[in-house]
């Protein structure tokens, strides 16, 4: 049974650009949630994907988008990097919507330079 | 402004001791407590929760103990193994909440 996976592992990129994260929920699940990690804190919530439809949103600009696919997949785009976007990028996956339960996958790193 | 507060970043335990690890809340609506354990290029992991209703909830080694007037959580691990050497992360949720609300973590490091 697979649990939550990302893609990719790491990532490098320069102030400005855009940059695309993908998730794939553990099998069974059917709601997506992204969280970023910066160093040294832990892990805040940006937003919540449900039935292909952002459900929640967190402190976090408009820069940052998601989308979620008909196979609850999902993606996290962030525009206009900043440095301070740099963070590990975690995907976590449930099911039926809000959850108590979430399982998380290994994250994405994300540096920008 | 910080809802969930972890104040030890660090913690060091020998082997077959008590490992206790603490965290403070402010937000009186959270509906129940989580623990997540951290290896490094790992997700974290769900360890324990405990509902809001409880003061104490016990699985295996892992103990969480609630005091809702303090807004004071802790996790006791007894008997400490090296293998439990990893950051925890303190959470909390609303019943009706999405969002985890995540302590900033402290490393435990367990020694043989």
Known sequence: DAGVTQSPTHLIKTRGQQVTLRCSPKSGHDTVSWYQQALGQGPQFIFQYYEEEERQRGNFPDRFSGHQFPNYSSELNVNALLLGDSALYLCASSFGGPALEQFFGPGTRLTVL | ???????????SVQEGRISILNCDYTNSMFDYFLWYKKYPAEGPTFLISISSIKDKNEDGRFTVFLNKSAKHLSLHIVPSQPGDSAVYFCAAITQAGTALIFGKGTTLSVSS
Do not use: E, G, R
Request: proline share 9%; net charge neutral.
């Open chain 2, 1 to 11: 402004d910080q809802q969930v507060k972890q104040n030890s970043p660090s913690l």
